[in-house]
């Protein structure tokens, strides 16, 4: 289920709401021109580590890995990823948002048992 193109999907818009509300949280907690760093470059920084650090023949990714890990270290990851943008979201005060994110983040990662049980065998 983890490669259904539906869950792909979920898992694209998960992705870009994460770099998005990390955009918006350092945009909304930054001072002066210091905002402008934290809502840009976080969010590439984030994008850029999520793009390049992949496990050679991931079937939910292209099969590219331009610096190949492990599979566990990949899931930490993706874990430290969205954990973070979850953050984001509650410390700036959209609890109720935070709560669906993260819930719907749970549920892809559920479904995609198949991906995970992969994930730890490489």
Same mark, same amino acid.
């Given at each position: ?6 869950? !792909?999907?979920?898992?694209f818009? !998960?992705?870009?709401?994460? !770099? ?14 210091? =905002? ?6 976080i969010?590439?920084?984030? #994008? +850029?580590?999520?793009?390049i650090?992949?496990?050679?023949g991931?079937?939910?990714r292209?099969?590219?890995?331009p610096?190949?890990? =492990? ?5 930490i990851?993706e ?5 973070? #943008? ?12 935070c709560?669906?994110? #993260? ?7 559920? +479904?995609?048992?198949d991906?995970i049980?992969w994930?730890? =065998?490489?």
């Open positions: 289920m983890g490669s259904h193109p539906i869950n !792909l999907t979920l898992r818009l !998960l992705e870009t709401a994460a !770099l998005v509300f990390v955009g918006i949280w350092g945009w909304t907690t930054a001072n002066n021109d210091f =905002k402008y760093i934290q809502a840009i470059f969010p590439i920084f984030m #994008a +850029i580590l999520w793009g650090f992949a496990v050679p991931d079937p939910s292209s099969g590219r890995a610096v190949p890990i =492990k599979g566990y270290a990949r899931l990851l874990i430290l990823f969205f954990g973070f #943008a979850s953050w984001c979201i509650f410390d700036t005060g959209r609890n109720i948002l709560v669906v994110i #993260a819930s719907l983040i749970v549920f892809h990662y559920i +479904i995609s048992y991906r049980i994930l730890f =065998k490489h």
